[in-house]
């Protein structure tokens, strides 16, 4: 087997294997590494590459969109109207090639990708 096929098969076991929490924290952890890629290629002038990472980030908040029970707590209706602002931007940032607003969402991104990792974490951790 390919090493390619072995990581491949490697990441969708681990995927397949990981808590509902575990999965939500990946979904953040590939987004913010997106835009960290699309922020270095723009800023290297490669809007191609950028094109490519704020694609993928506008497909990983779709899905945060779409399995978001925004009834299930108090605040899903205003991460909600985040998700929608999120992808607006990112949308504007691949069509302009956009620095700041990518590091705009970057600012949103990673203490939400914190907060969630220590959420899981701390959820992990607590007795059944």
Known sequence: MSAAALRARYLGDTVATAS????LVMLYDR???????AQSALTDGDRSAA?????????IV???QGSLQIDAWESGPRLASLYTWLLTELITAN?????RRVADCRKIVEPLRDAWTEAAASLASSPA
């Open 51 to 59: 094109g490519v990472q704020l694609q993928h980030a506008q497909e």
């Open 62 to 64: 779709i899905e945060l």
């Open 31 to 37: 987004l913010a590494l997106d835009l960290e890629r």
């Open 20 to 23: 509902p929490q575990q999965l």
């Open 95 to 99: 069509v302009k090639g956009d620095l």
